[in-house]
């Protein structure tokens, strides 16, 4: 699955058009904060993270994000709390339309299942949809040779666009589950984040969850082959791997701080694609062009 976001060129346009044209009343309007604020996706956050950080170290401009889930990024946008929202979510154009938003794609990563069973596993999307789903309750019933302990998926607690990306992965194998940033899981146990999630897998014996690749590599979780694929880089950007997804970009049509926004992702797409690989995303290739 590669999720894209078919309205990129119209977007440019867009904000090509607002960066030209400032408020007419901003003279008038208090002065922006020294600091620039985001909120939103935890699948990009060790990406973003360090991207800011590298920025800081090089113009001093400094952004604050906070890696609160897709859900929270797009409704802290709508509502005007942040300069910019992330999500892993593309939203539809009639959303865009309806909330005054524009967005564009930063990079695509990978979503991998994580598990603390004490043998070598490999799945399906059959077996992550039947834990999912309550059908199958304990390893042994997914293979003989595994043991006899209970499983426990582990899902994101709040919305989320990893829960988003995971559920489209599993509407290939026709799930009742449905495809959102949130839904009511039949079975499991929440967490709260990415790193939410690593953490409880890491605890709990039978655990199986899913998250972006970088915080299964930071905290040594095992990944098992899903649908007889290795997770790693080469079959992240050759699309052998199942599950890999673009992340977006959240701006209000009428953001003052837009130019300064854009600014820094333009930063990033130029100098920041070694860091990306580094941490295993793939880099979008994009330059947002505006006017001065």
């Given at each position: 699955m590669n999720l894209r976001n078919e309205l990129f060129g119209s977007l440019l346009f867009g904000i090509l058009l607002i960066s030209c044209n400032p408020s007419p009343n901003a003279e008038s309007e208090s002065a922006p904060s020294s600091q620039i604020n985001g909120s939103g996706a935890t699948f990009p956050y060790p990406l973003y993270a360090r991207w800011i950080q590298d920025y800081y170290n090089e113009t001093g401009i400094r952004i604050n994000y906070t890696a609160t889930g897709s859900g929270a990024g797009i409704r802290q946008m709508t509502e005007g709390v942040v300069d910019f929202g992330a999500t892993d979510r593309p939203l539809s154009q009639e959303e865009l339309d309806e909330y005054n938003l524009l967005q564009f794609k930063t990079v695509s990563g990978a979503l991998v299942p994580i598990v603390n069973v004490p043998a070598e596993v490999e799945l399906t999307g059959w077996n992550l949809l039947d834990m999912y789903e309550g059908v199958v309750t304990t390893w042994s019933q997914l293979n003989t040779?595994?043991?006899?302990?209970?499983?426990?998926?582990?899902?994101?607690?709040?919305?989320?666009?990893?829960?988003?990306?995971?559920?489209?992965?599993?509407?290939?194998?026709?799930?009742?589950?449905?495809?959102?940033?949130?839904?009511?899981?039949?079975?499991?146990?929440?967490?709260?984040?990415?790193?939410?999630?690593?953490?409880?897998?890491?605890?709990?014996?039978?655990?199986?969850?899913?998250?972006?690749?970088?915080?299964?590599?930071?905290?040594?979780?095992t990944i098992p082959r899903l649908d007889g694929v290795d997770a790693n880089i080469d079959t992240f950007t050759s699309n052998e791997w199942p599950i890999v997804a673009d992340t977006y970009i959240l701006l209000s049509r009428t953001g003052e701080r837009n130019s300064e926004i854009i600014d820094f992702f333009n930063w990033t797409f130029t100098n920041g694609d070694e860091t990306a690989i580094e941490l295993d995303y793939i880099p979008s290739g994009e330059v947002i062009q505006y006017g001065e």
């Open positions: 040779e595994y043991p006899d302990i209970n499983i426990i998926p582990v899902y994101r607690s709040e919305g989320s666009g990893s829960t988003y990306i995971f559920l489209s992965y599993l509407s290939n194998y026709g799930t009742n589950l449905g495809v959102d940033t949130a839904i009511a899981w039949p079975t499991g146990v929440g967490a709260r984040g990415n790193a939410g999630i690593a953490l409880s897998v890491s605890q709990l014996e039978g655990a199986v969850g899913y998250v972006e690749y970088a915080y299964a590599i930071q905290n040594n979780l």
